[in-house]
């Protein structure tokens, strides 16, 4: 007589269970806030199509406090983001061979942490240049 | 033995996903910096995003899809992202989570699109 | 001298017995070079033999011993009671069926390795008067690490993706059909795409990647499942504009 009972355990609450767990759903979390961003931005494109007073409304409102802190915390989280997208970035690449040797996953890390970097700032010296 | 195997439509979305993924990463902080924090506190002077200045970018053609790029795929890398987050707590990709995820996405880029468009050259 | 001894907490399951699996408890004379598989293998020998698990080698190559250790996939022939000061729990491991104690269900993944095709498939049909296939160490390189996948399904317990979907292929047979797409002497990888693009293939995965951090040989499956999102999308794309049966 068969005795098999094969026991499947549920998956609830799977991601609490283990650091490295909680930190991706805290990565990808960081989505929400991307959205949130992208949000705002598509407020200010509308206000821009209604014109000069629902522009500088929009700016206004970007202008108070609770706007100004959402922002840092946007920041904060887009910051995860980018960090967190170039951590991971060396399982999705193929090997890079450079003079016969395979770039190291620290290396294509930091290469991209740098692109952020230079992004970073030619974007403001874009913006600080076009006022 | 296992049916007929269905091809995957996810190269889209993950395509999308990617896209959106890399330019939030490489200009998403600055620009977060830059309108959310910068010009609102006067760090860099308010006509840098003054009306008739950003009006001429969006005006012009290369703005227009700049803008659009940027918000678009910004939504579609989120939606992508909450959607699978959703499966991940338990909650199962019906129609329901695709609405609320892709559907906003796409409902976001079509607006943009027409706002821009209205806008004109 | 005293004796050390640690409390190793085990999740049983007996089905002819239990409803659910239920943690026992066993206090177990240690010294400092004795694996998890050794105090388990104490526990059968002198405190309940009816604990049942699966070991071979015990030195990590064969695979068998996977379990949780303290919730984290580890081979028990290859970690040590030494770095659990007090209490150790052990138990089957996660995303498997258990079928007794800790002995998982592993038809699936049988199965799944099965379905990709786990040996060179030529470019041509190869008469044995040619001769072998010549390869070169830059060859070898290319799939070496995939190949080094002692098949102890860690990964799998680390992927919560699988655990979620026991239809995705899961990263363990992925890294091997990358294997085998890697190598010079095969010419299957269209063949394999189907599977890769298929809704149980590579884009279940969301980039956890915790099966590489978990992987006790490097073999970096999660390299193997995200490169082949690349290789599938270039797939789904470009299949329009290629003709069929054309480069690899």
């Known amino acids: 007589m068969n005795q098999r009972r094969p026991y499947v355990r549920p998956m609830t609450g799977w991601w609490k269970k283990n650091p490295y767990f909680v930190e991706y759903m805290v990565h990808e979390g960081s989505a929400l806030f991307v959205a949130l961003y992208a ?4 407020v200010g494109v509308l206000c821009l199509m209604s014109g000069p007073a629902a522009w500088n409304g929009w700016l206004a409102a970007l202008a108070s406090p609770l706007s100004v802190l959402l922002h840092l ?3 904060a989280m887009v910051g995860y983001h980018s960090y967190t997208w170039f951590k991971i970035m060396p399982r999705t690449l193929p090997p890079v061979i450079i003079a016969g040797r395979r770039l190291s996953a620290r290396c294509i890390t930091t290469s991209g942490l740098a692109a952020v970097a230079f992004c970073s700032v030619a974007l403001w010296l874009l913006a600080w240049g076009c006022a | 033995m296992k049916s007929e195997l269905k091809r995957s439509n996810a190269p ?6 990617g896209a959106g993924g890399m330019l939030a990463a490489l200009f998403g902080p600055m620009l977060v910096v830059i309108t959310g924090v910068a010009v609102p506190l006067g760090w860099l002077p308010a006509k840098t995003m003054g009306y008739q200045h950003i009006l001429n970018l969006a005006r012009n053609l290369i703005g227009k899809g700049l803008i659009w790029a940027l918000i678009t795929l910004l939504l579609w890398h989120a939606a992508h992202r909450i959607y699978h987050s959703l499966h991940d707590i338990g909650i199962q990709g019906g129609p329901l989570a695709k609405l609320l ?3 906003i996405a796409m409902a976001g880029t079509v607006i943009t699109l027409v706002a821009l468009l209205v806008m004109g050259f | 001298m005293t004796e050390q001894t640690i ?3 085990v999740m049983r399951y007996r089905p002819e017995q239990d409803q659910e699996p239920w943690p026992q408890r066993f206090t177990v004379p240690y010294s400092d070079d004795m694996s998890v598989l050794q105090g388990l293998q104490y526990i059968k020998d002198y405190l309940d033999e009816s604990l049942s698990f ?6 990590a190559i064969c695979g068998s011993c996977g379990m949780m250790v303290d919730g984290i996939p580890k081979l028990a022939c290859k970690t040590f009671l030494r770095d659990y000061p007090g209490q150790v729990r052990i138990e089957a491991l ?3 069926p258990i079928e007794r104690d800790l002995v998982v269900v592993l038809d699936d993944f049988m199965e799944k390795l099965e379905r990709i095709q786990p040996y060179i498939i030529p470019k041509e049909p190869r008469a044995l008067s040619e001769g072998e296939h010549l390869q070169t160490p830059a060859q070898l390189d290319l ?9 102890c399904l860690l990964c799998y317990a680390a992927c919560p993706q699988y655990g979620l979907n026991s239809d995705f292929l899961g990263p363990g047979a992925i890294a091997l059909l990358h294997r085998y797409n890697q190598d010079s002497r095969d010419g299957a990888s269209q063949l394999r795409m189907q599977l890769i693009g298929a809704e149980e293939g590579v884009f279940n995965c969301t980039a956890v990647g915790y099966c590489s951090e978990v992987c006790p040989k490097q073999v970096d499956p999660a390299n193997a499942v995200n490169l082949n999102k690349t290789q599938s999308a270039k797939d789904y794309f470009l299949r329009f504009v290629k003709p069929k049966g054309s480069c690899q």
């Open chain 1, 73 to 75: 915390i946007i920041l």
């Open chain 3, 143 to 151: 799939y070496a690490q995939f190949s080094s996948c002692i098949n």
């Open chain 1, 39 to 42: 949000i705002v931005l598509l």
């Open chain 3, 7 to 9: 409390v190793i907490e």
């Open chain 3, 94 to 96: 996660h995303h498997f």
């Open chain 2, 101 to 103: 995820t892709y559907g």
């Open chain 3, 54 to 59: 699966r070991w071979s080698c015990r030195m």
């Open chain 2, 12 to 17: 889209i979305f993950w395509g999308l996903f």
